[in-house]
Nanobody, 126 residues
Framework: VQLQASGGGLVQAGGSLRLSCSLS????????AAWFRQAPGKEREEVSC????????DYSDSVKGRFTISRDNAQNTVYLQMNSLKPEDTGVYYC????????????????????WGQGTQVTVSS
């Protein structure tokens, strides 16, 4: 499966962005998905994940209540709606996917993701 992230940009603090991750090659409904980010000089951080059929989600404490992950399997796309953005949200955002199979399977932060897309830059100015 191949992943393509898009939707990054420059936004002022308090603003919003929506990232999209397009999955191709196989049906998205077989794959859990996650969003990670990496700021300059910092380790990569997983911010959210969603199960293959969208029945469960998980968020890091740093984004809980501000970010919402969702998916549209008919469109083979996973989204990350980011509201109330802060300068510390700045970084390169990556989408990733891991095979779950045909049945709904819960996913949690830290679960292994085997497939990665290229990143999209998010910059939040103060």
């Amino acid at each position: 499966v191949q992943l393509q992230a898009s939707g990054g940009g420059l936004v002022q603090a308090g603003g919003s962005l929506r990232l999209s991750c397009s999955l191709s090659g196989e049906s998205a409904e077989y794959y859990a998905a996650a969003w990670f980010r990496q700021a300059p000089g910092k380790e990569r951080e997983e911010v959210s994940c969603i199960s293959n059929k969208g029945g469960n989600t998980d968020y890091s404490d740093s984004v809980k209540g501000r970010f919402t992950i969702s998916r549209d399997n008919a469109q083979n796309t996973v989204y990350l709606q980011m509201n109330s953005l802060k300068p510390e949200d700045t970084g390169v955002y990556y989408c990733a996917a891991g095979y779950s199979g045909g049945r709904e399977r819960a996913v949690y932060l830290g679960d292994v993701m085997d497939y990665w897309g290229q990143g999209t830059q998010v910059t939040v100015s103060s």
